[in-house]
């Protein structure tokens, strides 16, 4: 197995330490350990007391069942726990997958989406959405993609990097249509939870069939990406003993600290995740009043769900723009090329608390070199 650099994840490597605006960021606002443990009575003395030994290696129980009722149909047995989605990707990909399948991936997509099942020697084809409607799907394109070899649909759910949501419609047909070709869906969700109305969150497709496998984590919902857990759910017995199997050579089980502060932070969820839903709507409103100033220069759509969206820059090259604004103004924006050729538009994050601070030094910016 070869696979190639991660574009975005090198990007970060270079920048994500020294420069000082992130506006391109997907996870939402972290916090200190201190302000975690001061949620719960007691959390900062047990912690304390927390035993440094080896984990069970499906996750802690306590921890499987606080994921389950984020689920409507999964019991905790149904939850494999991992460190972070990365790991659960990988992993699910080699179990799922064997060379010569052919895959199709809601596109543009994060990269290891695609990435790892091409290394396993998979046939990586794309759904893609269009820039045109909204990064909206169409299910006719994927049912004209499918082949007798297709094993598995990749989708992402509220999407990086559009921000795209779809109907509620479009997941019933998704499904119905896994059922009468029999393809695995695998449903990355890892921003489930951040839709700007309630009503439009979507059911995790492992509630909806057996065929599917959904993909969570602390990092981005619950903006506690420093914990590295990530989980996958599904009711598929099969493939869930083999991914449990699986993981013996990754991570064998995972970091105790990290296992017992996911279990505290679920068990407040609702306090963490309004907390990120409020720096969200506050900073789209900033986006929507910056980019009402910029049109000629930029096309905004305002998103329904996530914590990214993808503008399109209407003038000169992105790649440029992005490398001209992080040098000098130390605003760092992701370059859509990043997640393949063509696609002049940014990937700008709002779920950070000094978004208004880095939307300033783009202003900024713009007046001083345009
Ligand atoms: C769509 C998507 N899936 C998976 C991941 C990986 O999440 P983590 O870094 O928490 O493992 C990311 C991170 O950016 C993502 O955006």
Redesign the pocket.
């Known amino acids: 197995m070869r696979l190639k650099p991660f574009r ?1 994840e090198r990007y970060f490597a270079k920048h994500e330490f020294t420069a000082p605006f992130l506006l391109c960021s ?2 939402c606002e972290s916090m200190p350990l201190k302000d975690l443990l001061a949620l719960e009575p007691g959390a900062a003395d047990r912690f304390g007391a927390l035993w440094l030994g080896y984990t069970e290696s499906a996750g802690h129980p306590e921890l499987r069942r606080a994921i389950a009722a984020l689920y409507e149909r999964i019991s905790a047995d149904q939850v494999l726990v991992h ?7 990988f992993n699910f990909m080699n179990v799922a997958l064997n060379p010569g399948d052919h895959v199709i991936v809601h596109a543009p ?2 990269q ?2 695609g990435e790892v099942a091409r290394s396993i020697g998979a046939h990586v084809a794309e759904w893609r959405g269009d820039a045109q409607r909204g990064w909206e799907l169409d299910i006719d394109l994927l049912q004209a993609a499918l082949t007798p070899r297709t094993k598995l649909v990749v989708v ?1 759910f509220p ?3 559009t921000g795209f949501l779809p109907e509620h419609e479009l997941v019933r047909q998704l499904v119905s249509l896994s059922e009468r070709h029999g393809f695995i869906i695998f449903s ?1 969700e ?2 489930r939870g951040l839709e700007l109305d309630p009503s439009d969150r979507l059911p995790a497709l492992s509630d909806l069939s057996h065929r599917a496998v959904s ?1 969570g ?4 919902t619950y903006g506690l ?1 420093g914990l ?1 857990i ?1 989980w996958l759910a599904t009711r598929n017995r099969h493939l869930f003993s083999e991914l449990a199997a699986f993981k013996d050579y990754t991570t064998i089980c995972n970091s105790a600290p990290s296992e017992f502060l996911a279990t505290l932070a679920l068990r407040k969820a609702g306090v963490i995740v309004e907390r990120n839903l409020r720096i969200i709507h506050r900073n789209l409103d900033h986006l929507d009043a910056f980019f009402a100033c910029h049109q000629d220069l930029f096309d905004w759509r305002r998103p329904r769900a996530g914590s ?1 969206a993808f503008p399109a820059l209407l003038q000169g090259t992105v790649e440029r723009f992005c490398a001209d604004l992080v040098k000098t103004s130390g605003v760092l924006l992701l370059p859509g090329t990043l997640y393949g050729k063509g696609l002049n538009a940014f990937r700008v994050g709002f779920g950070r608390n000094n978004v208004p601070e880095a939307l300033e030094r783009l202003k900024e910016h713009l007046r001083t070199s345009r």
């Open positions: 975005l997907s996870d460190t972070g989605a990365e790991e659960a990707i997509y994060y290891s989406l992402n999407h990086n990097p990355d890892v921003y993909l984590v602390m990092s981005k990406a590295r990530g990214v």
